[in-house]
T-cell receptor, first 115, second 115 residues
Framework: DAKTTQPPSMDCAEGRAANLPCNHS???????VYWYRQIHSQGPQYIIH???NNETNEMASLIITEDRKSSTLILPHATLRDTAVYYC????????????????FGKGTSLLVTP | NAGVTQTPKFRILKIGQSMTLQCTQD?????MYWYRQDPGMGLKLIYY???????DKGEVPNGYNVSRSTTEDFPLRLELAAPSQTSVYFC??????????????FGDGTRLSIL
């Protein structure tokens, strides 16, 4: 699976957009980009995923560069409840090893939303 | 729907004791997973199952066993607890879906300390 690189921490003012970057320069054409977040002491929560096109749902937007080597998760109006660790994960459409579509979590980005 | 339910939420074990971490899901998902998360780190896959009666090892299976006798339940067994198994354990499930791109749903975790 492609490796991802994220900044270890970021700050964002409440009400502003939070833009979380992820580098996945070795991504291949059949790999999805997933974003999960983990609020302190809770299980990870799915946010959004995409393959080539930009995606938007009720939680966030995902912008994937044309060469697919990086992506940005956008929380349009961050609230204090968005303070969490955000994980960018790349996963093949069809797993090429015995992983059953399991996710490879790195250390993620710790986002702190301040009042 | 309750989603993914894990019990117990907390447990303290003595070295050498055994216990079973319970995980059940009510979403009729085929895939189920066990991850562990050490402090400040991402999640690591212990075992997974692609359906009732089928299990396979993940990245860190040593010291653990699993079974999958029903679609709903996926218990994780520690036979001889060791201090290195002190961690937070998360169970997750997902549906099969097309291309496997359905998100994983996580439980709230079991916090296990071995002294």
């Amino acid at each position: 699976d492609a490796k991802t690189t994220q900044p270890p921490s970021m700050d964002c003012a409440e009400g502003r957009a939070a833009n979380l970057p992820c580098n996945h320069s070795t991504i291949s054409g059949n790999e999805y980009v997933y974003w999960y977040r983990q609020i302190h002491s809770q299980g990870p929560q799915y946010i959004i995923h995409g393959l080539k096109n930009n995606e938007t749902n009720e939680m966030a937007s995902l912008i994937i560069t044309e060469d697919r080597k990086s992506s940005t998760l956008i929380l349009p109006h961050a609230t204090l409840r968005d303070t969490a660790v955000y994980y960018c994960i790349v996963r093949p459409r069809i797993p090429n090893s015995n992983s059953g579509y399991a996710l490879n979590f790195g250390k993620g980005t710790s986002l702190l939303v301040t009042p | 729907n309750a989603g993914v339910t894990q019990t117990p939420k907390f447990r303290i074990l003595k070295i050498g004791q055994s216990m079973t971490l319970q995980c059940t899901q009510d979403m009729n998902h085929n895939y189920m997973y066990w991850y562990r998360q050490d402090p400040g780190m991402g999640l690591k896959l212990i075992y997974y199952s692609v359906g009732a009666g089928i299990t396979d090892k993940g990245e860190v299976p040593n010291g653990y066993n699993v079974s999958r006798s029903t679609t709903e339940d996926f218990p994780l067994r520690l036979e001889l607890a060791a201090p290195s198994q002190t961690s937070v354990y998360f169970c997750a499930s997902k549906s099969r879906g097309r291309e496997g791109n359905q998100p994983q749903h996580f439980g709230d975790g079991t916090r296990l300390s071995i002294l």
